[in-house]
């Protein structure tokens, strides 16, 4: 069983920062790409930014430049660093992660609890 464990959220003024960390636990599967999605109050979830195993993350245009994901494969960690936060990242930041499960090598997604951003001043 699969599980991913979210920390770092919480309270920040505008244009300060944040570091989100996800933690995927468990055995029996190979992880393939690492993620953060979010959901604000009233809207719908959105990707905010996806990694592969090796690199070439991508991101939503509206946190490019001030948003940075890594990941920490041998930790089977990935981390959101999360700088000039607006009002408007105000939202529940979701882990995800798509996995195979050896040794059959279905695919599964898999999402963390959630972690709440909240920028205001």
């Known amino acids: 069983q699969v599980q991913l464990v979210e920390s770092g959220g919480g309270l920040v003024q505008p244009g300060g920062s944040l570091r989100l960390s996800c933690t995927a636990s468990?055995?029996?599967?190979?992880?393939?790409?690492m993620g953060w999605h979010r959901q604000a109050p009233g809207k719908e979830r959105e990707l905010v930014a996806v990694?592969?195993?090796?690199?070439?993350?991508n991101y939503r245009d509206s946190v490019k430049g001030r948003f940075t994901i890594s990941r920490d494969n041998g930790k089977r960690t990935v981390y959101l660093q999360m700088n000039s936060l607006k009002p408007d990242d105000t939202a529940v930041y979701y882990c995800?992660?798509?996995?195979?499960?050896?040794?059959?090598?279905?695919?599964?997604?898999?999402w963390g609890q959630g972690t709440l951003v909240t920028v205001s001043s």
């Open positions: 468990g055995s029996g599967f190979i992880i393939n790409d």
């Open positions: 990694m592969g195993p090796g690199d070439n993350p």
């Open positions: 995800n992660a798509k996995v195979l499960v050896v040794p059959s090598f279905r695919s599964l997604e898999v």
